[in-house]
Nanobody, 114 residues
């Protein structure tokens, strides 16, 4: 059973930074893709950033230059978020895609407000 646990959300002022972490547990071997989605109230879930186990990254246009996704291990990923804006307020979900199956974390709330 694959499980993911996110941490690092919270309240931050506009222009501030937050660092989200995600750790997957369970039997995972071979290539995989980890990443982050977010969902704001009343909006659909949208892709934020992804990283392959080989280190290739991809970003949504709205976070380019502000967010950085990285791997801290084969089953761990970090999302560094800088220059946060009120529109970044959302629940952020970590996922891992492995062997055609996608697993999700429970989500962590990020609120950007003065």
């Amino acid at each position: 059973q694959v499980q993911l646990v996110e941490s690092g959300g919270g309240l931050v002022q506009p222009g501030g930074s937050l660092r989200l972490s995600c750790a997957a547990s369970g039997v995972i071997f071979g290539s995989n893709v980890m990443g982050w989605y977010r969902q704001a109230p009343g909006k659909e879930r949208e892709l934020v950033a992804t990283t392959t186990s080989g280190g290739t990254t991809n970003y949504a246009d709205f976070v380019k230059g502000r967010f950085t996704i990285s791997r801290t291990g084969f089953k761990n990923t970090v999302l560094q978020m800088n220059s946060l804006e009120s529109d970044d307020t959302a629940v952020y979900y970590c996922y891992i895609n492995w062997r055609g199956s996608q697993y999700w974390g429970q989500g962590t709330q990020v609120t950007v407000s003065s």
